[in-house]
């Protein structure tokens, strides 16, 4: 109770509280910047904090940290492009929904199930950091591959309800993750004598080019074709938060947090995978899960739920072990040990109060991020009534700046181009775009871990099989596998689903 007191005292500042809603603000900007990320907007404020107290200094870090995080989702809803990779899911229920004239009540949405999936990650990041962490240093390479394989059995359902289609995206993003050296012996793969290649695709260009590229083509095409949709109609007076609407999906919320934090827990994983795994865990929960990927809140609240509770957990190995999950932790332990915090076991016996100090300016950053999206979220909304002519060459100077600022590379900017012509004829075929993400960031983890797995257990296969958590998840993935397959041949041929869920959402709102 003497640390908890004396962290209250040391964060009771005005100064400590404004610096963290400056901060949140600032890394909700660079979240919702394609190619701007978490760890950028951390490294850009580390300089900053080099004249603060170690509380303000901390406190600072991780609200550009949380907003970051949070900003991704706000393109992702209104322009179908992420701002961050964690963002992906959210665009394939939140871009529909704003196409539908629901731009108000997607934005709802996701910000209130930010903040939830927020505070409950900080619960569980108080009460459970011990366990989890060591939980997570039982993943070695035969646990990493498992948990890739189970990520590649979800991208069968992330493509229109078409398991081919999901399957053959998730081929290309596979196939993409092997261009490069050899994650083991170096050997070039792909590269077509091109230097640029040697490190592998940079998921940066494909990521902008995939979502946004491929919309603005999507767009001045319809346009010079007279096909262009007249501008929808926004709903401004959902543009509220539904917490009745997410206290029905309190299942769902329950779920997605528990994936967010035990992923975000395992060094490596990230919130690309828990959103994925946590749209899927929804859909199969739902008692409408036809409604996916046409616009439906279960599934805005999966995705930002975990994507968020995904920052709890990947605190919890950097605090207890000194081991940071991911790059943007990665900075912000640097950003710590600045300020004369050392992560790791010893940490919560030496610095208590510093510790609680954490945890509480990780809840008051989550409520920052909730106060400042929820007082813009009209502002947002009304980026949808600028005219497409001036909005496509915007969003176009904003991939090119994202993509070229962070490494000066002209070969990327021709490479995001490439993507966006993929993601366009993937689009307009039905295949979807976010398979080929998806298995493009889960393809090295899973290739290199199964090598390095041969490696270690001497060509042994059965200890992928053996080992607890391995054996788990690969039974798992069988069972999805299985589900899906069965729910595709229930789906009576020449039966075609609805394609929005406009009128029911409408109906939803007036019963509310």
């Known amino acids: 109770m003497d640390a908890i007191l004396d962290a209250v005292g040391m964060i009771a500042n005005i100064k400590v509280l404004f610096a963290i809603f400056a901060a949140t603000f600032l890394g909700l900007i660079m979240g ?4 701007l990320t978490a760890a950028m907007a951390i490294a850009l404020l580390i300089p900053l904090t080099f004249g603060m107290g170690p509380v303000m200094g901390i406190a600072t870090l991780l609200g550009a940290f949380c907003g970051a995080i949070a900003g991704g989702a706000v393109p992702a809803v ?3 492009i ?13 871009f529909p929904m704003a196409r539908n004239g629901q731009a108000g009540k997607a934005l709802g949405i996701v910000i209130s199930s930010s903040f939830v999936g927020g505070i409950l990650g900080a619960v569980l990041l108080i009460l459970l950091s011990p366990p989890i962490a060591s939980f997570a240093l039982r993943f070695g390479p035969a646990e990493f591959f498992s948990l890739g394989i189970f990520g590649l059995v979800i991208i069968a359902s992330v ?4 398991m081919l289609r999901g399957l053959f995206g998730g081929l290309i993003g596979l196939f993409l993750a092997t261009i490069g050296a050899d994650p083991m012996t170096g050997v070039l793969r792909f590269t077509g004598g091109q230097p640029d290649l040697i490190t592998g695709i940079n998921l940066l260009p494909a990521l902008i080019g995939l979502f946004a590229v491929s919309q603005v083509m999507q767009d001045i095409i319809e346009s010079v074709n007279e096909k262009a949709v007249a501008p929808i109609t926004q709903n401004f007076t959902s543009a509220r938060p539904p917490f009745r609407l997410l206290a029905k999906a309190w299942k769902i919320i329950a779920s997605s947090t528990v994936i967010g934090v035990v992923v975000g827990a395992i060094p490596g994983a990230g919130g690309s995978i828990s959103s994925f795994l946590s749209y899927e865990q929804a859909r199969r929960m739902s008692k409408t ?10 599934g805005l609240i999966a995705t930002e739920t975990s994507n968020n509770a995904t920052a709890g957990g990947a605190l919890i190995p950097m605090l207890t072990l000194g081991v940071p999950g991911e790059v943007a932790t990665a900075v912000l332990m640097g950003g710590l040990t600045i300020q004369g915090v050392r992560p790791g076991p010893a940490l919560f016996n030496e610095q208590a109060s510093i510790v609680y100090a954490i945890f509480i300016a990780f809840i008051l950053a989550n409520i920052a991020m909730f106060v400042l999206q929820l007082g813009g979220i009209r502002l947002f909304v009304r980026i949808l009534k600028v005219p497409s002519h001036i909005m496509m060459p915007l969003i176009l100077m904003f991939c090119v700046v994202g993509v070229f600022g962070v490494n000066g590379s002209y070969f990327e900017l021709w490479l995001m181009f490439a993507f966006g012509v993929l993601g366009y004829f993937l689009n307009r075929f039905g295949f979807g775009t976010a398979p080929v993400i998806l298995g493009l960031i889960l393809g090295s983890l899973t290739e290199s871990n199964l090598r390095r797995g041969m490696i270690v257990f001497d060509g042994d296969w059965s200890q992928f099989v053996l080992r607890p958590i391995s054996a788990t998840l690969l039974l798992l993935s069988l069972l999805f596998l299985g589900m899906i397959i069965y729910q595709n041949r229930r789906v009576p041929k020449g039966v075609d689903e609805p394609k929005s869920t406009l009128d029911t959402d409408k109906k939803e709102q007036t019963n509310e």
């Not at 919702?32 to 190619?35: H, V």
């Not at 899960?289 to 279960?298: D, L, R």
């Open 82 to 94: 992420p701002g961050t990779p964690s963002s992906v899911a959210t665009t394939l229920d939140g």
């Open 289 to 298: 899960p036809e409604k996916f990927g046409k616009g439906h809140h279960e």
């Open 78 to 80: 209104l322009l179908g």
């Open 32 to 35: 919702s910047l394609p190619g």
């Open 159 to 162: 493509s229109g309800g078409s």
